[in-house]
């Protein structure tokens, strides 16, 4: 639900920040007043297109930030993860959009900046317009097609089809991959199996690879390194050093005699004696292992041709099919399936277009037994959505679901569907998007809002002008449909009608004040004051200070409010 919404510097609008509660809020005010700023507010921050013209004249920039909670954010956190952006916390998601006059835009999401298309694509998951200049999601064939499913809890079988169409388009990309590669030469096998055979002939895990590498780094050093480990061997070791004179151990052995000598007349030291004694052991060990290391070393002719070559043959195996030991390897995995493909190219595409077939069979199974379930769906929806069109002000107007066949499988089945209307009586039903009257349309909707309120997963519902041209009993039952479809969604609705808004548990009011030099825009709630709704609803019935329009706006307040 939608927590909180600051503006500012948008349109004739200053700054205001308002607080939303669950349920239905109405908002009313004169014609002209601005009512239309707090939905473009809730557009900007639902990823709407905009340009500069909407900043308030003189003022450098714009801003809009909302701050959203969902009790369960599991699926609004996978598409933020999909999006690269920051989990909510706690389920609060907080979004913010300014424009610049001069600066580029800017958007963040979590605190984290994001693209207009991210909030594009968030704002489908929270909340949904309805009205003369924003019909959006129950416009679409897709969304028609996703609600007719879920009022007819198709989604175990839809699913089912899903794995059945993936299986047939997995096969059909394996046989179109086959058909597109060349068929090879018989010197192009050749060739081919020459590569499997350099590749077969090295071990290509990590561990041998760094190993081959290492060996040969050594190996290419290895004058430089059997020197030093000599040096090392002898100056740890031999009993005379050429170069530095008496080698360690020797000195170590007159060390030790003197070292014995002292323990002898001071036990006390015996100790320190006995750690020199330690040291010379290590020593000696030291010498042994340098002199071991320096015998590794030394590579005979045919160990370092055997060495070169296999150390050429992998570089020359990097080189062609990439860096790193896994992907030589999946090379070779690719060139054994196309070598084998090519043994019997004629028998493996025969074999896959009968792994075609039979996935097509299965899957179009699946797609009539989807197809029988929205077709029962589709004449239980238009008869539910009817009933709440005829309240509606449309007496005779025939509101249908037709299921549309398709020639080919597609990822939602062998068939669409489509929302028909006919608002009067002898015309034909033509499809929702044709339907030429805003309010008709916006009745349509708000009727089909009502029949599938607890399936839809959009919690903001957002009603602009569902009440043009209608009153009376006709705006009761506006206002009936609103207070119903609030009690699974959160409903803002831009009202004209005193009936409708009485409905509201809360109430905000939007007035222009064009008293000073310029026009300003304030939006103010009114539900904590009876006073302040009573002459609210006055107002709308025609005049706030008349005692017959104070009266029913008391009845309709105490008919349909809190």
Known sequence: MLQSLRIRNLALLDEVALDFEEGFTAVTGETGAGKSILLGGLSLLAGERADKTVIRQGAASCEAEASLYFAKPARIDAVLEELGLPPCEEGVLILKRSLSRDKPPKVSVNGSLATLASLQRLGELWVDFHGPNEPRRLLKESCQLELLDLFGRCGEALASYGEGYRAWREARAERDRILAEERLSSDQVDFLKGQLAAMDSLDLSAEAVEGLERDFQRMSRSQDLLELAQALERGLSGDEDPVAGSGVRARLAALLREAHRLAEIDPASRGLAERLSAAAVEIADLGSEFGSLASQLQFDPAQA?????????????????????????????????????????????????????????????????????????????????????ARLGFQRADFRVGIVPKDELGPSGDCGCEFLFSPNVGEAPLPLNRVASSGELARVMLALKTVLADMDQVPLLVFDEVDANVGGEVGSAVGERMAAIARAHQVLCVTHLPQVA??????????????????????????????????????????????????????LLGRGGP
Not at 329 to 348: I, T
Not at 513 to 538: F, H, K, N, W, Y
């Open 305 to 389: 041709d055997a060495l070169t070559a296999r150390m050429n043959a992998w570089l020359d195996l990097k080189r062609k099919y990439g860096g790193d030991p896994a992907s030589v390897l999946a090379s070779r995995e690719a060139l054994r399936r196309r070598l084998a493909v090519q043994g019997d190219l004629d028998g493996e595409i025969a074999r896959l277009e009968g792994k075609i077939a039979e996935a097509e069979k299965a899957a179009r199974k699946l797609a009539k037994a989807l197809r029988l379930l929205r077709e029962k769906a589709a004449g239980q929806l238009a008869k539910a959505a009817s009933g709440h069109i």
């Open 502 to 555: 009485a409905r509201a548990t809360c109430h905000l009011v939007v007035a222009k004040d064009q008293s000073g030099e310029r026009a300003v825009v304030t939006i103010s709630p009114i539900q904590a004051s009876r006073r302040a709704r009573v002459s609210e609803l006055a107002r709308m019935l025609g005049d706030r200070s008349a005692k017959s329009a104070l009266a029913h706006a008391e009845e």
